[in-house]
Nanobody, 123 residues
Framework: VQLQASGGGLVQAGDSLRLSCAGS????????LGWFRQAPGKEHEFVAF????????YTSDSVKDRFTISRDNAKNTLYLQMNVLRPEDTAVYYC?????????????????WGQGTLVTVSS
């Protein structure tokens, strides 16, 4: 499956953004999906996970209650709604697809990746 992330940009603290990740090539609903981010000088950080059906979701403690992951399998699209953005959310955000059936928080469990979209939050 090919993934293409979009929706990043420059916003102010407290603003909202919605990231999208469009899938193509293989049956999108065969994959569980996740969002990761990488800030300058830091390692990839898990952000959120959603099961293949969308019934199960998990978000990291650092974004819980602010970020929401969702998917629309009919549109082959993954979303990340980000509210109350903070400067520490500044990073390149990547979407990934995995054939793992359980919760996957490690980037090495994801077989396919989008190219990343930059989110910059100014204070």
């Amino acid at each position: 499956v090919q993934l293409q992330a979009s929706g990043g940009g420059l916003v102010q603290a407290g603003d909202s953004l919605r990231l999208s990740c469009a899938g193509s090539g293989h049956t999108f609903s065969n994959y569980a999906l996740g969002w990761f981010r990488q800030a300058p000088g830091k390692e990839h950080e898990f952000v959120a996970f959603i099961s293949w059906s969308g019934a199960d979701t998990y978000t990291s403690d650092s974004v819980k209650d602010r970020f929401t992951i969702s998917r629309d399998n009919a549109k082959n699209t993954l979303y990340l709604q980000m509210n109350v953005l903070r400067p520490e959310d500044t990073a390149v955000y990547y979407c990934g697809a995995t054939t793992q059936r359980g919760l996957s928080r490690r980037p090495d469990l994801y077989e396919y990746w989008g190219q990343g979209t930059l989110v910059t939050v100014s204070s």
